[in-house]
């Protein structure tokens, strides 16, 4: 935790309490804010700390709106680049003014992804092992450190696919609705729907020489007994 996302929670949290102050706040730095509304904000205020800690200028501002599990709305923010990717349940998803499609429009012989190892010592040794399955038949892989930004970049083409083994609500709630809504598919390592509180998750873009990934990856969790 660094002192930008207190200082960016603290503005988020404020303009909505002004704005919303019948809705709930999930937030990670400072916990919930609960009024018994059926919506809930989900708030991520700098999703990368450790890319903007040392400097590598890779990290995003996620702000969701949900309703009862579902989300309604959501957007990633990427201030460096200038970057707004937003959606709205059955709306479509968007880079700034611009309707974008998870589902690449050239050819690549074999699929570019991203994941990331997060901070749990079983997952990320389960994403490593999935890596080392994966990377014989991969145009490469990336670490990204702001899982927000993956699963936008799988809604606008830049990624085939993104996955993480131990995630949180305010990571990729944004993301679900931007992938979906762009025309791919994310699922939990199960192979089931993925939910906000899935802890891991495999975003693919709606191609089926993607699914090879998804069968990797969900038989690496399979075969590690979670």
Same mark, same amino acid.
């Given at each position: 935790m660094t002192d930008a996302d207190l200082l960016a929670e603290a503005a988020i949290r404020n303009t909505l309490s002004y704005e919303y102050p019948d809705h709930n706040i999930l937030s990670e730095e400072s916990g919930n804010v609960t009024t018994g509304s059926d919506y809930t904000w989900v708030v991520d205020p700098l999703d990368g700390t450790n890319n903007y800690a040392f400097g590598i200028p890779f990290f995003s501002v996620v702000l969701a709106l949900v309703r009862k599990g579902q989300v309604l709305s959501g957007a990633v923010y990427d201030p460096l680049r200038g970057e707004l990717f937003w959606a709205e349940q059955g709306g479509g998803a968007f880079l700034n003014n611009a309707s974008i499609s998870a589902a690449r429009d050239i050819p690549v012989k074999s699929p570019f992804v991203g994941c990331d190892l997060g901070y749990g010592i079983e997952g990320g040794g389960q994403i490593l092992d999935a890596i080392g399955s994966l990377w014989p038949d991969t145009h490469g892989v990336r670490l990204l450190g702001s899982a927000a930004l993956g699963l936008a970049y799988v809604a606008c083409?830049? $990624? !085939? *696919?993104y996955f993480h083994?131990?995630?949180? *609500?305010? !990571?990729? *709630? #944004?993301?679900? $609705? $931007?992938?979906r809504e762009a025309g791919g598919e994310v699922t939990d390592w199960k192979g089931d729907?993925?939910?906000?509180w899935s802890s891991r998750i495999i975003a693919c873009g709606s191609s089926r020489r993607h699914r090879q990934i998804r069968d990797t990856l969900i038989? #690496?969790?399979?075969d590690s007994g979670a």
């Open positions: 083409g830049r $990624l !085939d *696919a083994a131990c995630i949180h *609500a305010w !990571d990729i *709630a #944004s993301g679900l $609705l $931007l992938v729907t993925a939910k906000i038989a #690496s969790y399979r």
